[in-house]
Nanobody, 119 residues
Framework: QVQLVESGGGLAQAGGSLRLSCVAS????????WAWYRQAPGKQRELVAS???????NHPDSVKGRFTISRDNAKNTVYLQMNSLKPEDTAVYYC?????????????WGQGTQVTVSS
């Protein structure tokens, strides 16, 4: 089994920055894909960043140039640096990992961390 634990959420002012972290632990051989999603009240969960072990990184237009995903494979950790925050970035942020273990593959989610941006 694999557990994902997020940290770094909180309150920021518009134009400010926050850095989210997510650490994976458990039966892990490699993490193929890391991703960050967010879900605002009354809205669907949406992808805000993804990173594959092969080096492919994706950010949707809504956060491109403001959010940056990075990963530390040795620490089984992913980060989301969020700059120039806007009130519309307010949401619960979730990390997601596609994990390969010994003869297994799983898709795991963190518990979510609240990000609130005030105007």
């Amino acid at each position: 089994q694999v557990q994902l634990v997020e940290s770094g959420g909180g309150l920021a002012q518009a134009g400010g920055s926050l850095r989210l972290s997510c650490v994976a632990s458990g039966s892990i051989v490699s993490i193929n894909t890391w991703a960050w999603y967010r879900q605002a009240p009354g809205k669907q969960r949406e992808l805000v960043a993804s990173s594959t072990i092969g080096g492919s990184i994706n950010h949707p237009d809504s956060v491109k140039g403001r959010f940056t995903i990075s990963r530390d494979n040795a620490k089984n950790t992913v980060y989301l640096q969020m700059n120039s925050l806007k009130p519309e970035d307010t949401a619960v942020y979730y990390c997601n990992a596609v994990v390969y273990g010994s003869g297994s593959r799983g898709d795991y989610w963190g518990q979510g961390t609240q990000v609130t941006v005030s105007s």
